[in-house]
């Protein structure tokens, strides 16, 4: 699998999982330290960390293994570290308070749903 694959699959993780406002955005342009971020929101801290033990157990099948994961400990943001794939997990509150994706607002954000498809009809 490429980078993307796995960023993708992650967002797909995520949604079947009933994460909300979901985004891929591809960051290879404009940083050093990975080639996508994958966002998403939990209605509470507990779906956050059922969506992070999901998308780390799903990663792992695919033989990506997680080289970090912070805030496990209620801080409403847990980030999962792939190497070039970033997993940030928010509760709804904590999300609209960092609002990250403004700063990557100048990088491509991928239509995942719409990538979805189009390896269906592949």
Not at 57 to 72: F, P, T, W
Request: glycine share 6%.
């Amino acid at each position: 699998m490429k980078n993307k694959d796995f960023a993708l699959l992650a967002a797909r993780v995520l949604d079947q999982k009933k994460a909300q406002d979901i985004v891929v955005i591809d960051i290879q342009e404009k940083s050093s330290f990975a080639d996508y971020l994958v966002i998403a929101s939990g209605g509470s801290e507990r779906q956050v960390l059922t969506l992070t033990d999901e998308v780390e157990e799903q990663m792992d099948r695919e033989g990506l293994i997680a080289r970090s994961i912070e805030g496990k400990n209620h801080s409403g943001w847990v980030l999962m570290d792939f190497g070039d794939i970033i997993v940030n997990i928010f509760t709804k509150e904590t999300r609209e308070k960092y609002n990250i994706e403004k700063v990557w607002g100048d990088c491509s954000f991928l239509d995942w749903e719409e990538e979805q498809q189009n390896e269906r009809e592949i």
